[in-house]
């Protein structure tokens, strides 16, 4: 397998624009190749990058320390580095996924939705996006993740990452990514990584509606909203994970064994968006749980906020440098209580009830309105591989028509309505 890669996109004494715009341009040109992609060669080159995670993975360990290293001469906090970190155990669990997605089917391009009464046939077709833009945060994972999704969908894409992780994207492109599409004979350009930290190129991402019409926004709640805004003002549509935190809301049906489990389940990473945050009690319960959860989460490292609260109550705390081990406890009403906090409170990603009884369940599932509800099961559920069983591009909240929840690669096509001839065999499998 060829292990050529492409040029890096150029340097930081280079214009913002004249970098993105260069990239949006090679993804542009690999992307009617991309497009055409047999299923064949889409599994070649996942495939294909699965077994260079192996083969270079003491290049991408070296180059993530050199990442690692800088963070934490820099004072970043423990969940943020805990991010960023690769090691073989991270890289082996990338590779499998990649595996696993290989194997997976592709949905059928045409879907025939009706054979009319004059003589036509209506078929729904899937067809690629074109080329799709990433700007996420310093998870040097997510490169492996989103350009898998961008190649099993057959798009292609320009990725753009801070300086906090670039060295380990760098080397993730260019040891691993190009080289698996050229070795199965599809452009390397096909996915561009910026190599230019500045975040004007970000800001640049979202500028270009004819070379990048969507972009994915993954990262702090404030910069995302940001770029989101001027997304809209040049017409780029954009998928955005701006804002998470779980909930976890403790029934009065709940054993305090499975409280525990469920509170446990739920912070067993900090640094993530669907960790515990928000931990309600029912009120009838909260003087005989509280001691015991408290606790339990300080036997965690964690911090335990509770009222009178001097923040608001959805406070995401993996955001807040320095107090990212913290973990919000409130009392709730009930279980519509419960679900009507998750609703007004938080981001609306995802929230869970500890319960055994089936009534309670069903009146909280039935009332919270998030992208993931969960019945004696963690939010860390929610999230493309342990969900989804692919990879994701990141987790969509907004309260629109669309990819909601982790968008994988079955989200990333546009809908393509045309009709034929009912006589014709378009439409149908041969």
């Known amino acids: 397998m060829t292990t050529t890669s492409p040029t890096p996109a150029t340097d930081t004494g280079t214009d913002p624009a004249e970098i993105v715009t260069d990239c949006g341009r090679r993804a542009s040109a690999a992307a009617p190749r991309m497009a055409a992609a047999s299923d064949h060669e889409v599994a070649q080159a996942l495939r294909g990058m699965a077994a260079l995670l192996a083969e270079t993975a003491d290049t991408v360990l070296a180059a993530n320390a050199t990442d690692v290293e800088a963070a934490e001469r820099a004072g970043t906090t423990s969940a943020l580095v805990d991010r960023l970190r690769l090691d073989p155990g991270r890289l082996d669990g990338l590779a499998q996924s990649l595996l696993d997605l290989a194997d997976i089917a592709t949905p ?13 046939r209506l078929i ?14 310093a998870r040097p994972n997510v ?86 805004l001027e997304a809209a ?16 809301y403790v029934d009065r049906a709940a054993s305090v064994e499975l409280a525990h489990q469920m509170v446990t389940s739920s912070i067993d990473r900090l640094g993530v ?69 998750a609703n007004r409170e938080t981001s609306g990603l995802a929230a869970a009830i500890a319960t055994a009884d089936e009534a309670a369940a069903r009146v909280f599932l039935d009332t919270y309105a998030g992208t993931g509800a969960f019945w004696n099961a963690t939010t860390r559920l929610l999230d493309g591989v342990k969900l989804r069983r692919v990879p994701e591009t990141g987790i969509n909240v907004d309260h629109v028509p669309g990819p909601r929840g982790p968008v994988v690669f079955t989200d990333l096509c546009l809908r393509q309505y045309v009709v034929v001839p009912a006589s014709t065999a378009i439409g149908h499998p041969e």
């Open 273 to 341: 968006c669907n960790r515990l945050n928000l931990l309600l009690v029912e009120r009838h319960r909260w003087d005989e749980m509280l001691p015991g959860l408290t606790a339990l989460l300080d036997g965690h490292g964690l911090r335990v906020s509770l009222p009178p609260h001097t923040h608001a109550l959805g406070h995401e705390w993996a955001l807040d440098d320095g107090n990212e081990a913290t973990v919000t406890v409130a009392p709730a009403d009930g279980p519509a209580d419960a679900a009507a906090i």
């Open 124 to 137: 729904e077709r899937r067809r690629p996006v074109g080329v799709i833009g990433a700007n996420f945060e």
């Open 143 to 228: 490169v492996i993740d989103v350009a898998s999704q961008l190649i099993k969908s057959r798009n292609a894409g320009v990725l753009r990452t801070g300086g906090a992780a670039l060295a380990s994207a760098t080397a993730l492109m260019e040891a691993v990514v190009a080289p698996a599409l050229a070795g199965a004979g599809l452009d390397p350009d096909a996915v561009v990584l910026v190599t230019d930290p500045r975040r004007e190129c970000a800001v640049e991402l979202v500028r270009h509606p004819d070379l990048v019409p969507l972009v994915i926004l993954r990262g702090s709640g404030d910069t995302t909203r940001s770029l989101g």
């Open 233 to 248: 003002q040049h017409g780029v549509r954009t998928l955005a994970h701006a804002d998470g935190g779980g909930v976890l």
């Open 108 to 120: 059928a391009v045409d879907t025939v939705l009706e054979e009319r009464p004059d003589g036509l």
